[in-house]
Structure formats: C-alpha cells, structure tokens
C-alpha cells in the first residue's frame, strides 16, 4: 500500500519570500503523484502532477515540483509567494494503472497549511 | 469544465438521524469518490464507485454507506450520525482511464 506524508503541518512565509512545502511518500511500485490545493472554504483543486518523462513539472500559477525517485519525495516550490497563496496544500499518490482495480484511487498526505504575511 | 455539486454546503443534524450528502458531476465519469477531511489527518476515503450500482469500501466506511443509481449521481448515507462524523466532507470523479479527480465545494456536516 502507497503511503504520504508531508513533513510540515504548518509553513508561515512573508509575501514575495520563497517557499518549499515537503512530500514524502512511500510505495513498493511506480506512482502517480499530485499537489491539490484548498483555498478557504472552497473543494481542492488540482495544482499539477507528475505522470512520466521530465521530473520537473510546473502549474500556471508559478508552482512547481521535482520528482526525485531516489529520495521518494515530491516537494512543491515557488520562488516568491504572493498573499493569494493562502491554502492549504495536499499531496497525493495513486497507482498508475487507473483502469485496473486500482480505479484511480488517491491517498492524501495530512496538508500543509501555508500563510503568507504581508 | 468539469463540475462537481454538493447538495448542501453546511448541514447540521442530530444525533441518530438519518443522514443523505448528495454529489453529482457533468462530465460523464465513471469514477466517484467519497472522502472525509479532518484537521491534521488529510483526506480519507470513506466509499468509491467505478460504475452505476457498484461501489468499494475505501479506507473508513463504517458507518456510512452509498447509493449510485445514475451515472452522474453518488449519495453518501450516514445510517445513524453519531458526533464523531462531524467532519467535512468532499465528493470528486475521475475518467476510468485517469487519476485525475475533480472535486465539489465540501459539505460541512456538524452532528449534535
């Protein structure tokens, strides 16, 4: 069974400040990995995933995130966070094979709070 | 688009009712899901379905059950709340062939 943990429950940043949220995750097999983002009081929308091919992959809004296999990590990155940055941020895995029995179930780390300060 | 509609964005019920969340997507998926989201725990899954009438227990499904009658529609039914599944909860689906979910606004469900 795959397994995610995100290593900070809570990351406080000062606007236009870099910021790194961690993700580890543990699976006997390829995976899937995705970061989903929580705006307050909203669903969670999905920032960007790793599938194959390059490690690194960006969302439109200045996110991104390295795969690193040997490391077994997934950690998302942006160079300067602006206010609206705000959410909570999950990571996920899922298995590849979204058509066999796995039916494309995800497993979610515990979130990671960022806010950003003015 | 996708869209992905909940029935009630807050719910508050008493304990022993009987309690119906309601999800419906306009994409023609074939997968939906069924999480329950606590602070410091993430999102876990309580029930899945791959298609109309069937459904998989995910992770946490004691105490719930689910109904897929139509495609588009999945209910999650709490027999008899009790206060510990005050929680939010959130409803997605995904193509069979991808794992990409979409999800709903939440329904934000207190059990006194």
């Known amino acids: 069974a795959q397994s995610v943990t995100q290593l900070d429950s809570q990351v406080p940043v000062f606007e236009e400040a870099p910021v790194e949220l961690r993700c580890n995750y543990s699976s006997s097999v390829s995976v899937y990995l995705f970061w989903y983002v929580q705006y307050p009081n909203q669903g969670l929308q999905l920032l960007l995933k790793?599938?194959?091919?390059?490690?690194l992959v960006e969302s439109i809004n200045g996110f991104e995130a390295e795969f690193n296999k040997s490391q077994t990590s997934f950690h998302l990155r942006k160079p300067s966070v602006h206010i609206s940055d705000t959410a909570e941020y999950f990571c996920?895995?899922?298995?590849?094979?979204?058509?066999?029995?796995?039916?494309?179930?995800?497993?979610f780390g515990q979130g990671t709070i960022l806010t950003v300060h003015p | 688009d996708v869209k992905v509609t909940q029935s009630s964005r807050y719910l508050v019920k008493r304990t022993g009712e009987k309690v119906f969340l309601e999800c419906v997507q306009d994409?023609?998926?074939?997968?939906m899901f069924w999480y329950r989201q606590d602070p410091g725990l993430g999102l876990r899954l309580i029930y899945f379905s791959y298609d109309v009438k069937m459904k998989e227990k995910g992770d946490i499904p004691e105490g719930y059950s689910v109904s897929r009658e139509k495609k588009e529609r999945f209910s999650l039914i709490l027999e008899s709340a009790s206060t510990n599944q005050t929680s939010m909860y959130l409803c997605?689906?995904?193509?069979?062939?991808?794992?990409?979910?979409?999800f709903g606004p939440g329904t934000r469900l207190t059990v006194t």
């Open positions: 996920a895995v899922s298995l590849p094979r979204a058509g066999g029995t796995s039916y494309g179930k995800l497993t």
């Open positions: 997605a689906s995904s193509l069979f062939t991808r794992n990409e979910q979409y």
């Open positions: 994409m023609d998926h074939e997968n």
């Open positions: 790793y599938l194959s091919g390059s490690t």
